[in-house]
T-cell receptor, first 109, second 114 residues
């Protein structure tokens, strides 16, 4: 199995930077994905990493280290609308995208 | 709007009953995925179809079945429903078999079993 671990909850203030970590135990995978999900809504794709390193997309960046079994999602210039769950997911051969339980981020003013 | 359409949005039914959830993928997408999301379990992968054929299976119960039709829409059938089947059921689609292409999710069907 993938055993994807994320912190359950995080809090931050508007304008700040927050890093959401994801660790996993798996023998191999194609790519690591990050999704955002507002309560009761559909998950929406944010970013993905295939190779080690940093992928930047506007206020959001994602990092992957395969050797360390570790990824993080970095959110800059936080806004109230960023309050949501952030889901780390792995794509392994022979199965579809497998999600962690997600990190609920609360942004306050 | 992801382009993935799910119907119905809400479904309320009694234990022991059978329901069918429907999904139309984004135009051009060949893969369809079904996920179940309950409060304590997160997003659980159920099953994937690619161009009409079953491609991968996750934690899908024997009481549940799915298929993808020639026009690429998919249906998820849930039978002998139990209270614990109450959840949000999401359909997602991707252009290929999903190796490194993102999934695009529909707005889900909220199933309540009473």
């Amino acid at each position: 199995g993938q055993n994807i671990d994320q912190p359950t909850e995080m809090t931050a203030t508007e304008g700040a930077i927050v890093q959401i970590n994801c660790t996993y135990q798996t023998s191999g995978f194609n790519g690591l994905f990050w999704y955002q999900q507002h309560a009761g809504e559909a998950p929406t794709f944010l970013s993905y990493n295939v190779l080690d390193g940093l992928e930047e997309k506007g206020r959001f960046s994602s990092f992957l280290s395969r050797s360390k079994g570790y990824s993080y999602l970095l959110l800059k210039e936080l806004q109230m609308k960023d309050s949501a769950s952030y889901l780390c997911a792995l794509n392994q051969a022979g199965t579809a995208l497998i999600f962690g339980k997600g990190t609920t981020l609360s942004v306050s003013s | 709007d992801s382009g993935v359409t799910q119907t119905p949005k809400h479904l309320i039914t009694a234990t022991g009953q059978r329901v069918t959830l429907r999904c139309s993928p984004r135009s051009g997408d060949l893969s369809v995925y079904w996920y179940q999301q309950s409060l304590d379990q997160g997003l659980q992968f159920l099953i994937q179809y690619y161009n009409g054929e079953e491609r991968a299976k996750g934690n899908i119960l024997e009481r549940f079945s799915a298929q993808q039709f020639p026009d690429l829409h998919s249906e998820l059938n849930l039978s002998s429903l139990e209270l614990g089947d109450s959840a949000l059921y999401f359909c997602a689609s991707s252009v290929d078999q999903g190796k490194n292409s993102p999934l695009h999710f529909g707005n889900g069907t909220r199933l309540t079993v009473t």
